[in-house]
């Protein structure tokens, strides 16, 4: 029987503004490689999708792709989603990206004295878009880093909207730290906290415990397990 399929994105954007300077954000990428490698630990098929300089999980059974932009991103996400099983969406992607200039395209803009004015363009929501296509046998689960003080409200805006089964909810701290307290929002109105805060790897143990038995793949390669 074939491992059930987990595909997960982590690591930031790099949106271009000229041919060395981008727009990024302070994500590292460590939550969602601590879930891939947690992921590969119990056998699953995983895929990663992880953005720039962001690091390798240390589990050689995960199979890392590379993306730099929101639009790289998108390409992988619709070659690679209808194939998953589970998809894991924990990439800091860019809301905002510069929009084409043709001021730009010239390799490397040049300095001037005159003030210099960015236009930027929204990016698709990806998790909407491939969520809008999904599978009744897939599960989806998105990530909402949000201030604290409307963290719960937020994230259950995001569930409903983007139309996934779970939504991650982290304080805006999470990013680049070494530490996550989450709480699980549910389709089914349920939550679920952590106790406090649990290291990346810990976390990845945690969210892992929840999502499998939600895996129908999972919950049959356990029990093709069993039998053999
Ligand atoms: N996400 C996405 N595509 C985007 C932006 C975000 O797929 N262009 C995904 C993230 O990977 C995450 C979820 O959507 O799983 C929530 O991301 P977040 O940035 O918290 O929410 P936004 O939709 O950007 O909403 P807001 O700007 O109001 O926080």
Redesign the pocket.
Same mark, same amino acid.
């Given at each position: 029987m074939k491992p059930a399929r987990v595909l997960i *994105?982590a690591g930031p954007t790099y949106e271009p503004i000229d041919a060395v300077r981008f727009i990024g954000n302070r994500s590292s990428g460590r939550m969602g490689s601590a879930i891939a490698d947690a992921a590969a630990g119990r056998s699953l098929d995983v895929t990663l999708l992880l953005g720039p300089g962001a690091i390798e999980p240390a589990n050689t059974a995960v199979r890392v792709i590379r993306f730099r932009t929101?639009a790289d991103l998108q390409a992988l996400l619709r070659t690679h989603a209808p194939r998953a099983d589970a998809l894991i969406? $924990?990439? $800091?992607? $860019?809301?905002y990206r510069p929009k084409p200039n043709p001021l730009m395209s010239g390799g490397k803009f040049r300095r001037t004295d005159k003030p210099l004015t960015l236009e930027l363009e929204p *990016?698709?929501? %990806? %998790? @909407?878009e491939v969520a809008a296509s999904r599978r009744q046998d897939q599960l989806f689960v998105?990530? $909402?880093?949000?201030p604290r003080a409307d963290l719960l409200e @937020?994230a259950q805006r =995001?569930l409903t909207k =983007?139309k996934v089964d779970i939504v991650v909810a982290n304080p805006l701290e999470t990013m680049d730290a070494d530490t996550v307290e989450a709480t699980l929002l549910f389709r089914d109105g349920r939550r679920l906290e952590t106790s406090g805060k649990l290291s990346k790897q810990a976390f990845a143990g945690w969210l892992l415990d929840v999502i499998v038995p939600m895996m129908p793949a999972a919950k049959e390669q356990a029990a093709a397990a069993r039998t053999c």
């Open positions: *994105t929101c969406m $924990a990439a $800091a992607v $860019a809301d *990016t698709p929501d %990806l %998790l @909407s998105g990530f $909402a880093l949000e @937020s =995001k =983007k």
